[in-house]
């Protein structure tokens, strides 16, 4: 479902993504993990079509995002990590936008918004302008208009953030359910708990490269680190923590 292929973006002398090649098959739920300034969010948005990569491939379901964007983002729906929307819309105007941008609309659509806004408990704002809207429920209108026009693929960078624990799973159990439909998630998130417990196969990035793919148990084999939990997985692979440092500031 989705395809990477020797990806690179750089941005003159400075290399975000280097080469990366991925492939995550439909009915997975894969994470995408790694440090700040790793690669993760330039990977994302190249996915969703947002950035231009420098080089290599990238497909969803098979389209060439570059060569057939439209055709590829009609069934991709991305969730950024910051979650904008317009201000002087009203909750159900900006789903009938967003759905609009992909040539949907009419009865069914108006369906598909009134279920969206009753899942995320947004149904009683739904003819409020969004400027009056706190961050959490931005977010679930986010996530509601990346799922308005049914995707095959859902691409999501830090989706729990500003969202109740409720909230936080409801969208779990929406991305369990997703998956076992047949879809694909690809997950950025710095919460290794949520990570490890929800996802299938999980890919950590360092230095804009995958340093390790695979199960939890396959990462264990690959480091070489029998019983090691995700965080602890994390740390080894990413360069630990700079105790000198620590040190220095915690000292006299």
Known sequence: MIRLID?????????????MSLEIPAGELFGFLGPNGAGKTTTL??????LRPTSGIIEVRGIDIHRRPLAAKARLGYIPDRPFVYDKLTGAEFLRFAAALYGQQGPVIERRIDELL????????????????????????????ALVHRP???????????LDPKSARLLKDLFRGFTARGGTVLMSTHTLETVEGMCDRIAIVYGGQIAACGTMAELREQTESEGLGIE????????????RSLDAVLGD
């Open 118 to 145: 009753e899942l995320f408990e947004l149904a009683p704002w739904k003819n409020e302008l969004t400027e009056s809207y706190s961050h959490g429920m931005r977010q679930k209108l986010i996530i509601s208009g």
């Open 45 to 50: 948005r190249m996915i969703a079509g947002i």
């Open 7 to 19: 990806l690179t973006k750089r941005y003159g002398s400075f290399t975000a993504v280097n080469r």
């Open 152 to 162: 095959d693929v859902i691409v999501v960078d830090e989706p729990m953030v500003g």
């Open 232 to 243: 602890d997985l994390f740390l080894k692979l990413t360069g630990g923590l700079p105790t």
